[in-house]
Protein backbone atom coordinates (compact mmCIF):
# COMPACT_ATOMS: atom_id res chain seq x y z
CA UNK A 1 0.00 0.00 0.00
CA UNK A 2 1.62 3.43 -1.13
CA UNK A 3 1.18 6.18 1.45
CA UNK A 4 1.96 9.93 2.24
CA UNK A 5 1.73 10.81 5.26
CA UNK A 6 1.74 13.88 7.10
CA UNK A 7 0.94 15.86 10.90
CA UNK A 8 -2.44 16.13 10.44
CA UNK A 9 -2.01 19.39 12.66
CA UNK A 10 -2.48 21.87 13.73
CA UNK A 11 -0.01 23.45 12.82
CA UNK A 12 -0.20 27.15 14.75
CA UNK A 13 2.56 30.09 14.21
CA UNK A 14 2.77 34.09 14.61
CA UNK A 15 2.49 36.42 11.26
CA UNK A 16 5.96 36.87 10.15
CA UNK A 17 7.17 33.55 11.08
CA UNK A 18 8.73 30.20 9.06
CA UNK A 19 6.20 27.48 8.79
CA UNK A 20 7.61 24.58 8.02
CA UNK A 21 5.25 21.42 6.69
CA UNK A 22 6.64 17.85 6.17
CA UNK A 23 5.45 14.78 4.35
CA UNK A 24 7.07 11.51 4.24
CA UNK A 25 6.43 8.92 1.08
CA UNK A 26 6.70 5.10 1.07
CA UNK A 27 6.99 4.24 -2.78
CA UNK A 28 11.09 4.64 -3.80
CA UNK A 29 9.78 4.79 -7.21
CA UNK A 30 7.78 8.02 -6.66
CA UNK A 31 9.35 10.72 -9.20
CA UNK A 32 6.97 13.73 -8.88
CA UNK A 33 6.10 15.54 -5.37
CA UNK A 34 3.51 18.29 -5.08
CA UNK A 35 2.10 20.56 -2.68
CA UNK A 36 -0.99 21.88 -3.14
CA UNK A 37 -3.02 24.60 -0.37
CA UNK A 38 -7.03 24.03 -0.19
CA UNK A 39 -8.84 26.86 1.29
CA UNK A 40 -12.04 25.65 3.48
CA UNK A 41 -14.95 24.82 0.95
CA UNK A 42 -12.08 24.97 -1.69
CA UNK A 43 -10.79 22.75 -4.25
CA UNK A 44 -6.73 21.99 -3.82
CA UNK A 45 -4.73 24.93 -5.53
CA UNK A 46 -1.22 24.12 -6.33
CA UNK A 47 1.56 26.03 -5.04
CA UNK A 48 4.64 24.20 -5.74
CA UNK A 49 6.49 21.24 -7.35
CA UNK A 50 9.74 19.28 -6.93
CA UNK A 51 11.14 16.64 -9.35
CA UNK A 52 15.05 16.72 -7.75
CA UNK A 53 16.58 16.57 -4.63
CA UNK A 54 17.37 19.45 -3.28
CA UNK A 55 15.64 23.02 -2.80
CA UNK A 56 12.97 24.46 -4.69
CA UNK A 57 12.10 28.49 -3.98
CA UNK A 58 9.40 30.19 -5.66
CA UNK A 59 8.41 33.54 -3.54
CA UNK A 60 8.28 32.69 -0.27
CA UNK A 61 7.47 29.21 -0.65
CA UNK A 62 10.52 26.27 -0.80
CA UNK A 63 10.32 22.66 -1.37
CA UNK A 64 13.02 20.58 -0.11
CA UNK A 65 13.03 17.21 -1.54
CA UNK A 66 15.53 14.04 -0.07
CA UNK A 67 14.63 11.10 -2.11
CA UNK A 68 17.16 9.07 -0.28
CA UNK A 69 14.93 9.84 3.16
CA UNK A 70 11.76 9.52 1.39
CA UNK A 71 10.91 13.29 2.38
CA UNK A 72 9.39 16.32 1.29
CA UNK A 73 9.27 19.68 2.71
CA UNK A 74 7.33 23.22 2.45
CA UNK A 75 8.53 26.31 3.81
CA UNK A 76 6.53 29.29 4.05
CA UNK A 77 8.76 32.53 4.84
CA UNK A 78 7.43 35.67 6.46
CA UNK A 79 3.69 33.52 6.90
CA UNK A 80 0.63 35.67 6.42
CA UNK A 81 -2.87 34.98 8.11
CA UNK A 82 -3.75 34.73 4.57
CA UNK A 83 -1.63 31.45 4.06
CA UNK A 84 -3.91 29.94 6.73
CA UNK A 85 -5.42 26.89 5.09
CA UNK A 86 -4.53 22.82 4.90
CA UNK A 87 -1.40 21.75 3.16
CA UNK A 88 -1.64 18.63 1.04
CA UNK A 89 1.41 16.87 -0.12
CA UNK A 90 0.87 14.54 -3.19
CA UNK A 91 3.23 12.29 -4.62
CA UNK A 92 3.15 10.34 -8.69
CA UNK A 93 4.46 7.16 -8.17
CA UNK A 94 5.05 7.01 -12.13
CA UNK A 95 3.92 5.92 -15.13
CA UNK A 96 1.41 8.22 -16.42
CA UNK A 97 0.38 11.89 -15.47
CA UNK A 98 -2.80 11.33 -13.92
CA UNK A 99 -1.83 9.21 -10.41
CA UNK A 100 -1.49 11.16 -7.02
CA UNK A 101 -1.52 9.99 -4.17
CA UNK A 102 -1.99 12.38 -1.20
CA UNK A 103 -1.66 12.65 2.21
CA UNK A 104 -4.66 14.04 4.71
CA UNK A 105 -3.42 17.33 4.83
CA UNK A 106 -1.64 19.65 7.36
CA UNK A 107 -3.44 22.64 8.69
CA UNK A 108 -2.06 25.61 8.99
CA UNK A 109 -2.61 28.95 11.23
CA UNK A 110 -1.12 31.84 11.35
CA UNK A 111 -2.08 34.16 14.15
CA UNK A 112 -1.75 38.02 13.15
CA UNK B 1 -6.16 30.47 -19.89
CA UNK B 2 -9.56 29.96 -18.47
CA UNK B 3 -9.41 26.30 -15.74
CA UNK B 4 -10.98 23.56 -15.01
CA UNK B 5 -14.68 23.73 -15.23
CA UNK B 6 -17.09 21.60 -13.32
CA UNK B 7 -20.92 21.21 -13.40
CA UNK B 8 -22.73 20.88 -11.56
CA UNK B 9 -21.76 22.31 -8.58
CA UNK B 10 -24.33 21.16 -6.08
CA UNK B 11 -26.05 17.78 -6.46
CA UNK B 12 -28.56 15.99 -3.87
CA UNK B 13 -29.39 12.59 -4.83
CA UNK B 14 -31.60 10.04 -2.92
CA UNK B 15 -29.98 6.40 -1.93
CA UNK B 16 -30.07 4.31 -5.02
CA UNK B 17 -29.81 6.64 -7.38
CA UNK B 18 -27.80 7.23 -10.12
CA UNK B 19 -25.08 10.12 -11.24
CA UNK B 20 -23.56 11.95 -13.57
CA UNK B 21 -20.91 14.59 -13.32
CA UNK B 22 -18.81 16.66 -15.94
CA UNK B 23 -15.75 18.30 -16.31
CA UNK B 24 -13.89 20.20 -18.83
CA UNK B 25 -10.08 20.48 -18.97
CA UNK B 26 -8.25 23.23 -19.74
CA UNK B 27 -7.81 24.30 -22.70
CA UNK B 28 -4.87 21.82 -24.17
CA UNK B 29 -4.96 19.18 -21.60
CA UNK B 30 -5.72 15.81 -22.48
CA UNK B 31 -5.35 14.11 -19.52
CA UNK B 32 -8.26 14.43 -17.02
CA UNK B 33 -7.99 12.67 -13.68
CA UNK B 34 -11.20 12.25 -11.31
CA UNK B 35 -10.81 12.29 -7.73
CA UNK B 36 -12.86 11.80 -4.66
CA UNK B 37 -12.36 13.83 -1.12
CA UNK B 38 -13.80 13.24 2.03
CA UNK B 39 -12.79 14.33 5.39
CA UNK B 40 -12.44 10.76 6.54
CA UNK B 41 -10.55 9.60 3.67
CA UNK B 42 -9.03 12.55 2.44
CA UNK B 43 -8.54 12.57 -1.17
CA UNK B 44 -8.34 9.31 -3.47
CA UNK B 45 -7.90 9.04 -6.68
CA UNK B 46 -10.82 7.37 -8.71
CA UNK B 47 -9.31 7.27 -12.20
CA UNK B 48 -7.47 8.82 -15.43
CA UNK B 49 -8.48 9.79 -18.80
CA UNK B 50 -6.13 10.33 -21.83
CA UNK B 51 -7.30 10.76 -25.90
CA UNK B 52 -10.51 8.81 -24.57
CA UNK B 53 -8.82 6.10 -22.88
CA UNK B 54 -8.97 5.10 -18.95
CA UNK B 55 -4.97 5.33 -18.67
CA UNK B 56 -5.49 4.41 -14.71
CA UNK B 57 -8.19 3.83 -12.39
CA UNK B 58 -7.81 3.74 -8.13
CA UNK B 59 -9.36 0.97 -5.76
CA UNK B 60 -13.51 1.98 -6.35
CA UNK B 61 -15.93 -0.38 -6.86
CA UNK B 62 -17.27 -0.94 -10.64
CA UNK B 63 -20.32 1.61 -9.65
CA UNK B 64 -17.58 4.73 -10.12
CA UNK B 65 -17.04 4.93 -14.29
CA UNK B 66 -16.24 7.12 -16.86
CA UNK B 67 -15.63 8.14 -20.04
CA UNK B 68 -13.65 11.29 -21.78
CA UNK B 69 -14.47 12.31 -24.90
CA UNK B 70 -12.80 13.42 -28.21
CA UNK B 71 -12.66 17.39 -26.75
CA UNK B 72 -10.65 15.95 -23.40
CA UNK B 73 -14.09 16.45 -21.67
CA UNK B 74 -14.71 14.00 -18.83
CA UNK B 75 -17.72 12.54 -17.43
CA UNK B 76 -17.94 9.90 -14.16
CA UNK B 77 -20.84 8.27 -13.41
CA UNK B 78 -22.06 6.62 -10.00
CA UNK B 79 -24.50 4.11 -10.27
CA UNK B 80 -26.77 3.18 -6.86
CA UNK B 81 -25.91 5.70 -5.12
CA UNK B 82 -24.29 4.97 -1.28
CA UNK B 83 -24.93 7.33 1.70
CA UNK B 84 -21.10 7.07 1.71
CA UNK B 85 -21.17 8.68 -1.79
CA UNK B 86 -21.63 11.55 -0.60
CA UNK B 87 -18.32 13.93 -0.91
CA UNK B 88 -16.50 16.29 -3.28
CA UNK B 89 -15.59 14.84 -6.50
CA UNK B 90 -12.61 16.85 -8.01
CA UNK B 91 -11.47 16.57 -11.71
CA UNK B 92 -8.27 17.99 -12.43
CA UNK B 93 -6.24 18.17 -15.72
CA UNK B 94 -2.51 18.03 -16.48
CA UNK B 95 -0.86 18.95 -19.82
CA UNK B 96 1.11 16.74 -22.20
CA UNK B 97 4.59 15.64 -20.33
CA UNK B 98 3.88 17.22 -17.40
CA UNK B 99 3.06 15.89 -14.30
CA UNK B 100 1.44 18.92 -12.85
CA UNK B 101 -2.54 18.70 -11.93
CA UNK B 102 -4.68 21.77 -11.92
CA UNK B 103 -8.16 21.04 -10.34
CA UNK B 104 -11.37 22.15 -10.67
CA UNK B 105 -13.49 23.76 -8.19
CA UNK B 106 -15.47 20.43 -7.66
CA UNK B 107 -19.09 18.80 -7.28
CA UNK B 108 -20.28 18.51 -4.02
CA UNK B 109 -22.60 15.53 -4.10
CA UNK B 110 -24.80 15.08 -0.97
CA UNK B 111 -26.51 11.29 -1.25
CA UNK B 112 -29.52 11.57 1.41
Known amino acids: QKEVEQNSGPLSVPEGAIASLNCTYSDRGSQSFFWYRQYSGKSPELIMF????GDKEDGRFTAQLNKASQYVSLLIRDSQPSDSATYLCAVNIGGSQGNLIFGKGTKLSVKP | KAGVTQTPRYLIKTRGQQVTLSCSPISGHRSVSWYQQTPGQGLQFLFEYFSETQRNKGNFPGRFSGRQFSNSRSEMNVSTLELGDSALYLC???????????FGPGTRLTVT
Open chain 1, 50 to 53: IYSN
Open chain 2, 92 to 102: ASSGDSRYEQY
